[in-house]
């Protein structure tokens, strides 16, 4: 069964960085897709950025250029270093994962394995 653990979240300033691990319990033999998803109180989750079994990454629109997915696979941890942090980035932060068939990009709404999130709060 697969597992993901988040791990990094806190607190920050507008304009700081931190960085979210995430550890993945996954067959190295597999394919996943695996992305980072966020969550801030009274609105909808939204995916935020994933890298695609192809080796294709992918970020929303909100974070481009100030966020960046990668993974370690001999760890098997999935990164995502967040710079530039702006107030609006406050949410629970959740890594996801999904079993695919060959390189393909996925789509947010086929993730269907989840972390239990951890939570970054960034203040003014």
């Known amino acids: 069964q697969v597992r993901l653990v988040e791990s990094g979240g806190g607190s920050a300033q507008a304009g700081g960085s931190l960085r979210l691990s995430c550890a993945a319990s996954?067959?190295?033999?597999?394919?996943?897709?695996m992305g980072w998803f966020r969550q801030a109180p009274g609105k909808e989750r939204e995916g935020v950025a994933s890298i695609n079994s192809d080796g294709t990454t992918a970020y929303a629109d909100s974070v481009k250029g100030r966020f960046t997915i990668s993974e370690d696979n001999a760890k098997k941890t999935l990164y995502l270093q967040m710079n530039s942090l702006k107030v609006e980035d406050t949410a629970m932060y959740y890594c996801?994962?999904?079993?695919?068939?060959?390189?393909?990009?996925?789509?947010?709404?086929?993730?269907?394995?989840w972390g239990q999130g951890t939570q970054v709060t960034v203040s003014s």
């Open positions: 996954i067959d190295g033999d597999s394919r996943y897709c």
């Open positions: 996801a994962a999904v079993w695919v068939r060959g390189r393909r990009q996925c789509r947010y709404r086929e993730y269907n394995l």
